[in-house]
C-alpha cells in the first residue's frame, strides 16, 4: 500500500509533499522485482490506491481522469472528486530517476 503521509487540509491548491522514505520506496522496489505488487508501475493504479488512502477523498467516476507524461520523468495524474474539485497527483520513479515503480511524490486539491 502506498498510504499518504500529508494532510489535505490546505484549502489554497498548494502542493502536499509524501513523506514517504527512502526506505520504504527501497522495499516497494524489491517487492516488485520478486514479482510481487505488479501494479507499482501503473500509474493508474498506483494514484488510485494512494487515492483510497487520504480520508474523505472520493473519486468522480462519470468525470475523465488523466495520465499526463511530462518531460522531466513524472506523471501528472488528475482524477475528479464527487465534491466538484479535482486532486491532482505527481508521480515519480524512486531517486527521480526513469526506471523503477511509480509513487507519489506529491499532490494537491484544486478547484476546476
Same mark, same amino acid.
Given at each position: 500500500?502506498?498510504?499518504?503521509?500529508? *494532510?489535505?487540509?490546505?484549502?489554497? =491548491?498548494?502542493?502536499?509533499?509524501?513523506?514517504?522514505?527512502?526506505?520504504?520506496?527501497? $522495499?516497494?522496489? $524489491?517487492?516488485?522485482?520478486?514479482?510481487?505488487?505488479? =501494479?507499482?508501475?501503473?500509474?493508474?493504479?498506483?494514484? #488510485?490506491?494512494?487515492? *483510497? *488512502?487520504?480520508?474523505?477523498?472520493?473519486?468522480?467516476?462519470? =468525470?475523465?481522469?488523466?495520465?499526463?507524461?511530462? *518531460?522531466?520523468?513524472?506523471?501528472?495524474?488528475?482524477? %475528479?472528486?464527487?465534491?466538484?474539485? $479535482?486532486?491532482?497527483?505527481?508521480?515519480?520513479? %524512486?531517486?527521480? =530517476?526513469?526506471?523503477?515503480?511509480?509513487?507519489?511524490? #506529491?499532490?494537491?486539491?484544486?478547484?476546476?
Amino acid at each position: 500500500m502506498l498510504a499518504a503521509c500529508g *494532510s489535505t487540509k490546505n484549502g489554497d =491548491g498548494s502542493w502536499i509533499e509524501n513523506d514517504i522514505t527512502e526506505s520504504q520506496l527501497s $522495499s516497494l522496489q $524489491s517487492e516488485y522485482d520478486a514479482g510481487h505488487r505488479a =501494479g507499482l508501475n501503473d500509474p493508474v493504479q498506483v494514484s #488510485r490506491e494512494f487515492i *483510497s *488512502s487520504l480520508q474523505g477523498i472520493e473519486v468522480d467516476e462519470s =468525470g475523465e481522469s488523466v495520465i499526463e507524461e511530462r *518531460s522531466d520523468h513524472t506523471q501528472l495524474a488528475v482524477f %475528479p472528486l464527487t465534491n466538484g474539485k $479535482s486532486i491532482e497527483l505527481e508521480l515519480a520513479h %524512486p531517486g527521480d =530517476g526513469e526506471k523503477g515503480i511509480l509513487y507519489v511524490k #506529491r499532490y494537491r486539491i484544486v478547484t476546476k
